[in-house]
C-alpha cells in the first residue's frame, strides 16, 4: 500500500502542466496538492476555498448538448457556462450567488438544487489550488536558491533541497538541539537569537537567589560552570560569541528564525542552537579543543553536531570522540573539504572518519553542478549540498553575505537532520541518515563522485512511509576471483513488492545469517552493487576478500525513507583457491636490494609487536626529488595463472607523489603495473600477473618512490609481497 504523501506525489505530477497554465504566476515545476473527484456531497467542497459564484457541472452523457445545459442551468440563475474540452464538465457561473461570505449559503443551495436532477452526474465547487508548498516571509528568501531555486538566480529551476513542500511537513521543533562547532555564533543576531539555546540547568535561581547564569557554580554538574549559552574552548569561557562569521553563517543555514519577516530563512524556522566555538577569530584551533568540542556536545545530548571545518590529518583521539557521539546516536554532519581532492584517495579529516554516524558533504551550485571547489569521493563523501554563493547571516552589523564551500553545504544537510528529527522524534541517528542519503536526488555531477551520487532534497527525506522494501530473493553466483565473489539477485520493491527499493546492503559472515541478530553481528561487506531496473536483476560484486576465504552471504533492501525489508535466504561463497609460490617479507629477508634511502622500520600492530616492514624512509619523512627503490629477487613460477599480492600502507602528497609498482623480465625493462598517491590504511592489493609476464616464468618486482620538491610525507609501507597461483 502506498502512504498518502506517495499517492499525492503521484497526483502532484500528473497534473502539473495544467496547474501551471491555469494558475497565474505558477513557477514551472512547482507541486501542487489536488483534489479527489467530487461528489454530490453535502458541501460539494464549497467549504474549502473557492472561486465566488461558482461551480464545475457534468451532466449525465447523451442528456444535455451544450446550448441546452445552458439553457437549464439559466432556470438556476446562470449567467455562462464553458465547457471543458475533454470531461465533458462545465465551469458555471452565477454572478448574482456567492458574491460575498454571508451568501455563500445560497450558492450551495443551488448546487443542492442542481445536483438533486436525475441528468446531473455531479456538482463541485470551483476550488482554489496552490503549490503544495509553505513558503516563509523572510524578506531574503528569494536569494535562497538552495531551499527554493525558481531560476532567479540564474541557475537550474529546481536545483534545490525542496524547502518549501517539506516546511508543508514540519517547520522545526525547539526540542532539537544542533551544535555548532565553529567560530561561535552571534546569538544577538535577530535572525539566531529566537532560536538560540539557553541551557535549562544553567537558568533561574539557584538555592541562594542568585541568577544561575552568573553565579560561578556549575549547575548542572557537567563540568562547565555558567554555559548557559553553550562555551568557547578558544577563550576557555562561557562566551561562544562569533569573533569571525563562519559559525554565524551556518547557523543561519541550518536555524534562521522562518517567517518572522526578518532577513533570511534557515532549514529549520525553530530549533535550538547550540554555540560550541574551537575556531578563534582568524578561523584556526587545535585538536585538542576540537575533541573537547565534540565531547561537550555529546555531554550536552545534541542530536547533531555540524562540523565546517577539517585538515590534521587522521587522529585516534578525535575518532574516540567520534565514536562515543555514535555510541549516543549523535550524528555528526561534516564539510567535504574544498581542495577539489579525491577524499577517497586523500582522506580529508574530520568527514573522512569512517563511523557510521558520519555525513560527508559536497558542495553544488544554482545548476546542481558540483562546485568547483569541492572535495569528492565515491566511497568517502555521501551526499551534495548547494554551497555556492549562499546567502546567510554576519555578525556585522547584523547584516547577511554570500559565502561559498563545502562549509555551507554541510548546514544545509545539518538543517535537514534538524527537521527530520523535529518531523519523526523517535527516529535514532542511523534511520536520519538513512532517510537523508536514500532521498536524495540524482544529480549527474555527482554521479561516481558521492556514495548517493545525490543532491539532498528535504521533501523526500520527510516523506511518511511506514511499508518495509520486499524481502530480496533470487541470489544466484555469478563470477569468482581469488579476491572476489559476484552474485546476482531480484529487485525488491519499495513497498512490499510495490515499486523498487532505493538502494541495498550486503553483510558476510563465517556462520549462516539467518536471523537479525546474525545479521547484526555480520559484517558489512565492501560490495559494488548495480541495479537494472528494466530486467529488475541487480548485481553484487564484493571485493578485497582474503585468499582462500569462504562464508555466507546476505542481502537488506531499504527504501528512500530508510525501512529496511527482512534478511533475505543466507548464501554461501567462496574465493578461486590458491596456493602461495613465493613470498618475501620485511621479517624474512631474502637477497632484497634496497635503493637510495630505503630499509626496515619497526612497525608494532597488536596482532604481531614485534612486526617490521619495508619503508623507503625508516623513522623520517621522504626526502624531496627522491627517487629510490626496493627490488625483490627474481622469482621464477610454472603455473602462469598467477597474482602479485602486496600488502602495504602509504601517506604520499596527493599527486604530486607517487609509488611505482613494476615488473620486469629481464632485470633492465621496468613495466608499471600500478601506481599509488595520496593516503590509505594498511590495504593488500592483487595484480593479475599472466597479462604481464605474456610467455615469461621468471621475473622481478620493484616498488619505487618518486617525489618533487614541495612537500614530504611519512612515506610508502610495504609488509607482505608475494605470488599466489590458482589450484590445480
Same mark, same amino acid.
Not at 137 to 164: C, R, V, W
Not at 363 to 392: E, K, Q, R, W
Given at each position: 500500500?502506498?502512504?498518502?504523501?506517495?499517492?499525492?506525489?503521484?497526483?502532484?505530477?500528473?497534473?502539473?502542466?495544467?496547474?501551471?497554465?491555469?494558475?497565474?504566476?505558477?513557477?514551472?515545476?512547482?507541486?501542487?496538492?489536488?483534489?479527489?473527484?467530487?461528489?454530490?456531497?453535502?458541501?460539494?467542497?464549497?467549504?474549502?476555498?473557492?472561486?465566488?459564484?461558482?461551480?464545475?457541472?457534468?451532466?449525465?452523457?447523451?442528456?444535455?448538448?451544450?446550448?441546452?445545459?445552458?439553457?437549464?442551468?439559466?432556470?438556476?440563475?446562470?449567467?455562462?457556462?464553458?465547457?471543458?474540452?475533454?470531461?465533458?464538465?462545465?465551469?458555471?457561473?452565477?454572478?448574482?450567488?456567492?458574491?460575498?461570505?454571508?451568501?455563500?449559503?445560497?450558492?450551495?443551495?443551488?448546487?443542492?438544487?442542481?445536483?438533486?436532477?436525475?441528468?446531473?452526474?455531479?456538482?463541485?465547487?470551483?476550488?482554489?489550488?496552490?503549490?503544495?508548498?509553505?513558503?516563509?516571509?523572510?524578506?531574503?528568501?528569494?536569494?535562497?536558491?538552495?531551499?527554493?531555486?525558481?531560476?532567479?538566480?540564474?541557475?537550474?529551476?529546481?536545483?534545490?533541497?525542496?524547502?518549501?513542500?517539506?516546511?508543508?511537513?514540519?517547520?522545526?521543533?525547539?526540542?532539537?538541539?544542533?551544535?555548532?562547532?565553529?567560530?561561535?555564533?552571534?546569538?544577538?543576531?535577530?535572525?539566531?537569537?529566537?532560536?538560540?539555546?539557553?541551557?535549562?540547568?544553567?537558568?533561574?535561581?539557584?538555592? @541562594?537567589?542568585?541568577?544561575?547564569?552568573?553565579?560561578?557554580?556549575?549547575?548542572?554538574?557537567?563540568?562547565?560552570?555558567?554555559?548557559?549559552?553553550?562555551?568557547?574552548?578558544? *577563550?576557555?569561557?562561557?562566551?561562544?560569541?562569533?569573533?569571525?562569521?563562519?559559525?554565524?553563517?551556518?547557523?543561519?543555514?541550518?536555524?534562521?528564525?522562518?517567517?518572522?519577516?526578518?532577513?533570511?530563512?534557515?532549514?529549520?524556522?525553530?530549533?535550538?542552537?547550540?554555540?560550541?566555538?574551537?575556531?578563534?577569530?582568524?578561523?584556526?584551533?587545535?585538536?585538542?579543543?576540537?575533541?573537547?568540542?565534540?565531547?561537550?556536545?555529546?555531554?550536552?545530548?545534541?542530536?547533531?553536531?555540524?562540523?565546517?571545518?577539517?585538515?590534521?590529518?587522521?587522529?585516534?583521539?578525535?575518532a574516540a570522540a567520534i565514536s562515543e557521539a555514535e555510541q549516543k546516536s549523535i550524528l555528526f554532519v561534516a564539510a567535504a573539504g574544498n581542495s577539489s581532492d579525491d577524499n577517497d584517495v586523500d582522506p580529508h579529516y574530520p568527514s573522512s572518519y569512517q563511523n557510521?554516524?558520519?555525513?560527508?558533504?559536497?558542495?553544488?551550485?544554482?545548476?546542481?553542478?558540483?562546485?568547483?571547489?569541492?572535495?569528492?569521493?565515491? *566511497?568517502?563523501?555521501?551526499?551534495?549540498?548547494?554551497?555556492?554563493?549562499?546567502?546567510?547571516?554576519?555578525?556585522?552589523?547584523?547584516?547577511?553575505?554570500?559565502?561559498?564551500?563545502?562549509?555551507?553545504?554541510?548546514?544545509?544537510?545539518?538543517?535537514?537532520?534538524?527537521?527530520?528529527?523535529?518531523?519523526?522524534?523517535?527516529?535514532?541517528?542511523?534511520?536520519?541518515?538513512?532517510?537523508?542519503?536514500?532521498?536524495?536526488?540524482?544529480?549527474?555531477?555527482?554521479?561516481?563522485?558521492?556514495?548517493?551520487?545525490?543532491?539532498?532534497?528535504?521533501?523526500?527525506?520527510?516523506?511518511?512511509?511506514?511499508?518495509?522494501?520486499?524481502?530480496?530473493?533470487?541470489?544466484?553466483?555469478?563470477?569468482?576471483?581469488?579476491?572476489?565473489?559476484?552474485?546476482?539477485?531480484?529487485?525488491?520493491?519499495?513497498?512490499?513488492?510495490?515499486?523498487?527499493?532505493?538502494?541495498?546492503?550486503?553483510?558476510?559472515?563465517?556462520?549462516?545469517?539467518?536471523?537479525?541478530?546474525?545479521?547484526?553481528?555480520?559484517?558489512?561487506?565492501?560490495?559494488?552493487?548495480?541495479?537494472?531496473?528494466?530486467?529488475?536483476?541487480?548485481?553484487?560484486?564484493?571485493?578485497?576478500?582474503?585468499?582462500?576465504?569462504?562464508?555466507?552471504?546476505?542481502?537488506?533492501?531499504?527504501? *528512500?525513507?530508510?525501512?529496511?525489508?527482512?534478511?533475505?535466504?543466507?548464501?554461501?561463497?567462496?574465493?578461486?583457491?590458491?596456493?602461495?609460490?613465493?613470498?618475501?617479507?620485511?621479517?624474512?629477508?631474502?637477497?632484497?636490494?634496497?635503493?637510495?634511502?630505503?630499509?626496515? @622500520?619497526?612497525?608494532?600492530?597488536?596482532?604481531?609487536?614485534?612486526?617490521?616492514?619495508?619503508?623507503?624512509?625508516?623513522?623520517?619523512?621522504?626526502?624531496?626529488?627522491?627517487?629510490?627503490?626496493?627490488?625483490?629477487?627474481?622469482?621464477?613460477?610454472?603455473?602462469?595463472?598467477?597474482?602479485?599480492?602486496?600488502?602495504?600502507?602509504?601517506?604520499?602528497?596527493?599527486?604530486?607523489?607517487?609509488?611505482?609498482?613494476?615488473?620486469?623480465?629481464?632485470?633492465?625493462?621496468?613495466?608499471?603495473?600500478?601506481?599509488?598517491?595520496?593516503?590509505?590504511?594498511?590495504?593488500?592489493?592483487?595484480?593479475?600477473?599472466?597479462?604481464?609476464?605474456?610467455?615469461?616464468?621468471?621475473?622481478?618486482?620493484?616498488?619505487?618512490?618518486?617525489?618533487?620538491?614541495?612537500?614530504?610525507?611519512?612515506?610508502?609501507?610495504?609488509?607482505?609481497?608475494?605470488?599466489?597461483?590458482?589450484?590445480?
Amino acid at each position: 500500500m502506498r502512504s498518502a504523501s506517495k499517492l499525492r506525489k503521484v497526483s502532484r505530477i500528473g497534473l502539473s502542466a495544467f496547474c501551471a497554465a491555469f494558475t497565474a504566476g505558477l513557477v514551472a515545476g512547482a507541486s501542487i496538492a489536488v483534489a479527489a473527484p467530487a461528489k454530490k456531497s453535502a458541501h460539494f467542497n464549497l467549504d474549502r476555498e473557492h472561486v465566488p459564484g461558482q461551480l464545475i457541472v457534468k451532466f449525465k452523457r447523451g442528456t444535455e448538448s451544450q446550448k441546452s445545459a445552458m439553457g437549464t442551468l439559466a432556470q438556476y440563475g446562470a449567467f455562462s457556462a464553458i465547457p471543458f474540452s475533454r470531461t465533458g464538465a462545465m465551469k458555471v457561473t452565477f454572478p448574482l450567488i456567492g458574491a460575498s461570505k454571508e451568501s455563500a449559503t445560497d450558492l450551495e443551495a443551488v448546487a443542492k438544487q442542481i445536483a438533486a436532477r436525475p441528468d446531473v452526474a455531479y456538482v463541485e465547487a470551483n476550488t482554489i489550488i496552490r503549490m503544495d508548498a509553505k513558503f516563509p516571509n523572510d524578506p531574503e528568501f528569494n536569494q535562497l536558491y538552495g531551499m527554493h531555486n525558481d531560476g532567479s538566480t540564474g541557475g537550474k529551476a529546481g536545483a534545490d533541497i525542496n524547502a518549501p513542500e517539506a516546511w508543508e511537513v514540519s517547520t522545526g521543533s525547539k526540542n532539537v538541539l544542533v551544535g555548532v562547532i565553529d567560530t561561535g555564533i552571534d546569538y544577538t543576531h535577530p535572525d539566531i537569537a529566537p532560536n538560540y539555546w539557553t541551557n535549562p540547568g544553567e537558568t533561574g535561581l539557584d538555592a @541562594e537567589g542568585r541568577d544561575k547564569r552568573t553565579n560561578g557554580i556549575d549547575d548542572d554538574g557537567n563540568g562547565f560552570i555558567d554555559d548557559f549559552h553553550g562555551w568557547d574552548f578558544v *577563550n576557555n569561557d562561557n562566551d561562544p560569541m562569533d569573533d569571525n562569521s563562519h559559525g554565524t553563517h551556518c547557523a543561519g543555514t541550518i536555524g534562521g528564525k522562518g517567517n518572522d519577516g526578518v532577513g533570511v530563512v534557515g532549514v529549520n524556522w525553530d530549533v535550538s542552537l547550540v554555540g560550541i566555538k574551537f575556531l578563534s577569530g582568524g578561523g584556526s584551533g587545535t585538536l585538542e579543543d576540537a575533541v573537547k568540542a565534540i565531547e561537550y556536545g555529546t555531554k550536552l545530548g545534541v542530536t547533531l553536531t555540524s562540523n565546517s571545518w577539517g585538515g590534521g590529518g587522521f587522529s585516534e583521539t578525535m575518532a574516540a570522540a567520534i565514536s562515543e557521539a555514535e555510541q549516543k546516536s549523535i550524528l555528526f554532519v561534516a564539510a567535504a573539504g574544498n581542495s577539489s581532492d579525491d577524499n577517497d584517495v586523500d582522506p580529508h579529516y574530520p568527514s573522512s572518519y569512517q563511523n557510521d554516524n558520519v555525513i560527508a558533504v559536497a558542495a553544488t551550485d544554482h545548476n546542481d553542478g558540483m562546485a568547483y571547489f569541492s572535495c569528492f569521493g565515491a *566511497n568517502s563523501v555521501d551526499i551534495g549540498a548547494p554551497g555556492v554563493d549562499i546567502l546567510s547571516s554576519i555578525p556585522d552589523n547584523h547584516g547577511y553575505t554570500k559565502y561559498s564551500g563545502t562549509s555551507m553545504a554541510t548546514p544545509h544537510v545539518a538543517g535537514a537532520a534538524a527537521l527530520v528529527k523535529a518531523a519523526f522524534p523517535d527516529l535514532g541517528a542511523s534511520q536520519i541518515k538513512a532517510r537523508l542519503l536514500n532521498g536524495a536526488d540524482q544529480i549527474d555531477s555527482l554521479q561516481g563522485k558521492t556514495t548517493t551520487g545525490g543532491r539532498l532534497n528535504l521533501e523526500n527525506a520527510l516523506e511518511v512511509d511506514s511499508i518495509a522494501p520486499g524481502v530480496v530473493a533470487g541470489i544466484r553466483a555469478k563470477a569468482t576471483t581469488r579476491d572476489s565473489v559476484t552474485f546476482s539477485f531480484n529487485l525488491s520493491g519499495d513497498d512490499g513488492d510495490n515499486g523498487l527499493a532505493k538502494s541495498y546492503e550486503v553483510r558476510v559472515s563465517q556462520t549462516p545469517i539467518v536471523t537479525p541478530a546474525d545479521w547484526a553481528s555480520a559484517s558489512k561487506a565492501a560490495a559494488r552493487i548495480t541495479v537494472d531496473a528494466g530486467t529488475r536483476e541487480g548485481t553484487v560484486q564484493i571485493n578485497g576478500l582474503t585468499l582462500n576465504s569462504s562464508g555466507y552471504l546476505a542481502i537488506r533492501a531499504m527504501d *528512500n525513507v530508510g525501512n529496511v525489508s527482512a534478511v533475505s535466504a543466507s548464501v554461501p561463497y567462496a574465493v578461486k583457491q590458491v596456493q602461495v609460490v613465493a613470498r618475501n617479507t620485511a621479517s624474512s629477508l631474502d637477497d632484497v636490494t634496497f635503493d637510495g634511502t630505503w630499509g626496515l @622500520e619497526d612497525a608494532p600492530t597488536a596482532d604481531d609487536p614485534d612486526n617490521k616492514v619495508f619503508s623507503d624512509s625508516p623513522g623520517a619523512d621522504y626526502r624531496e626529488n627522491a627517487n629510490t627503490s626496493l627490488t625483490l629477487p627474481v622469482w621464477t613460477i610454472t603455473n602462469l595463472d598467477s597474482s602479485l599480492v602486496v600488502r602495504m600502507r602509504y601517506n604520499l602528497e596527493n599527486r604530486y607523489d607517487n609509488g611505482y609498482i613494476e615488473i620486469s623480465t629481464d632485470g633492465r625493462d621496468w613495466s608499471r603495473i600500478d601506481s599509488v598517491t595520496g593516503m590509505s590504511e594498511w590495504t593488500t592489493k592483487q595484480y593479475d600477473l599472466s597479462s604481464v609476464l605474456g610467455d615469461n616464468k621468471s621475473f622481478q618486482v620493484r616498488f619505487r618512490l618518486s617525489s618533487d620538491s614541495s612537500i614530504s610525507r611519512d612515506g610508502w609501507f610495504i609488509d607482505d609481497v608475494m605470488v599466489v597461483s590458482a589450484v590445480d
